[in-house]
């Protein structure tokens, strides 16, 4: 048997799998750590606790497979985040993450010494936004100083577990595209840009295709997580490119609606198209010259999260005394209330918000709150929320001429029959489900693969590997309520936006 791994570095936890040539999960663990929210808006991480995670998952697999049946491993793992190394590979701090929103007025001078938005775009296919590597890079050197001056290199989060499995410096052109520092046409480093920037070029590090091999296991991690040395190391994707790998997200027509902490579609593209507002991310693909369309949600499954363990403490008992995952309550009440929730609605922005809006401000909030509510109603808008705040990212993908034939969800939301079905009656198209969930670990295994040999590209090893298993299709009434719905949602964010923005400021003070 011929075997190969996935690692996903995560937000709430790292993830590990190992499957058989013909796509078969052999066995998988997961380790979680913590998030750190030092300050409001503020979001970080201790790499050492990826380290960690990362050794004790691919141990735990070590245990349950042969481990000299491993041929590749691939890697992915959550996108933009910054590790900075001095020059003995020692980390200088926590990490900022995709999420952080710290970085306005390092995003403005961006704009600004490009030569303004629309120019920027031109230069890397993308807005300056908070979430991005290359605005925490200068609010390193904007605000500490003296750790900016001992950066020697700045690395992905997965890249830094590259560096600790394989002692090498190289990242992705999927991962890289998601800094704002990469030409994103011509799959390479802007150098340009990073002089305009005063951010120094040999701080990024060599960024390979998706498949392509860029390091063996040392014999160090060998020693620490059960497996030979000399196994291949690929470089694999960020979590949504990998993602999409793992959905068969690689031909035109297939959008994949990942519904996890965040919630991204993604569509795969033959070459580059971008949106001139930048509501949209265009990055490149982790298929080789390929590249893809993103629209990002904040906080999806986070959203949920988020209401389960503050308003639902009732379902957590219930399900930690029934033996039941207590979002399985929270979805059957949210069933039993009509679309729309008796003119409840949840605005989903507990993080901020990329697609559509660029707005680091953006926070959450329910709207139309009567004494008719119930939790139910509560529940339901939530469901709702998020959906429409993938929608938007859909009505913008139509609008730049995708096509949304089928979604393919994923992710911890998309095991929710209820949700799935709110989802394709939002979207207004078939939500459909494959054979394997396991997200982008499961796509960075495929990538193992193909650098393994074991298939001659990422399209054939999709082919032989995903297959439909079950699919929900809209509704025609329920169709038509969202419709009703979806402007009321959009407008209440444009009245609320003032006051965000306005309160922002007061915590600040």
Request: aromatic share 8%.
């Amino acid at each position: 048997m011929r075997i190969v791994i996935g690692l996903d570095v995560g937000t709430s936890g790292t993830k590990a799998i190992a499957m058989d040539t013909g796509g078969k999960l052999l066995a998988s663990a997961l380790v979680e750590y913590p998030m750190l929210n030092p300050k409001p808006n503020w979001a970080e991480q201790d790499p050492a606790e990826w380290v960690k995670a990362s050794y004790e998952a691919l141990s735990r697999l070590a245990s349950e497979v042969d481990p000299a049946a491993v041929k590749g491993i691939g890697l992915t793992g959550q996108m933009h985040g910054s590790v900075f190394l001095d020059k003995d590979d020692k980390v200088l701090r926590n990490a900022l993450l995709w999420c952080d929103q710290r970085t306005v007025a390092q995003c403005e001078y961006i704009h600004e010494k490009a030569g303004g938005e629309e120019k920027l775009i031109e230069m890397v296919s993308n807005p300056a936004l908070t979430g991005f590597t290359a605005p925490k890079i200068l609010w390193l050197r904007d605000n500490e100083p003296e750790l900016y001056d001992r950066v020697k290199k700045v690395l992905l989060p997965k890249d830094y577990i590259r560096l600790m499995l394989t002692g090498e410096y190289a990242t992705d052109v999927a991962d890289a595209s998601g800094t704002l520092l990469f030409d994103v046409k011509n799959r390479c480093w802007h150098t340009e840009l990073m002089s305009l920037l005063g951010i120094d070029t040999d701080f990024m590090p060599t960024a390979f295709e998706g498949p392509e091999v860029t390091g063996t296991l040392s014999a160090d991690a060998a020693a620490k997580t059960g497996l030979p040395a000399g196994i291949p190391v690929v470089a694999g994707g960020g979590d949504q490119a990998a993602n999409g790998v793992g959905c068969g997200i690689v031909r035109k027509g297939i959008v994949s609606a990942s519904l996890g902490t965040s919630g991204v579609v993604f569509a795969h593209a033959d070459e580059v198209s971008t949106d001139p507002e930048g509501r949209c991310h265009t990055f490149c693909h982790s298929v080789p010259g390929a590249w893809h369309t993103m629209g990002v949600v904040m906080s999806a499954g986070g959203s949920l999260r988020w209401y389960r363990d503050t308003l639902c403490q009732e379902e957590i008992a219930r399900g930690a005394l029934e033996g039941k995952d207590p979002y399985e309550y929270i979805t059957a009440g949210a069933a039993k209330i009509p679309v729309g929730a008796d003119g409840l609605q949840f605005l989903p922005y507990l993080t901020g918000e990329r697609t559509p809006h660029k707005d680091p401000y953006a926070k959450g909030a329910f709207i139309g709150l009567s004494l008719l509510h119930t939790k139910n109603h509560m529940s339901r808008a939530v469901l709702e929320g998020v959906s429409y705040g993938m929608r938007d990212s859909v009505e913008l993908m139509r609008g730049m001429g995708v096509d949304v034939n089928e979604v393919r969800c994923s992710g911890g939301g998309a095991r929710s029959t209820v949700w799935r079905q709110i989802m394709a009656d939002a979207c207004d198209a078939p939500m459909v489900r494959i054979n394997v969930d396991e997200g982008p670990a499961y796509g960075a295994a495929i990538l193992a693969s193909v650098a393994a040999g074991l298939y001659s590209d990422v399209g054939e090893a999709c082919d032989a590997i995903i297959n439909e298993v079950d699919r929900l299709n809209p509704v025609a009434e329920q169709v038509a309520e969202h419709d009703r719905w979806f402007p009321e949602y959009q407008q209440a964010y444009q009245a609320l936006a003032p006051a965000f923005k306005r309160m922002a400021g007061k915590l600040e003070d």
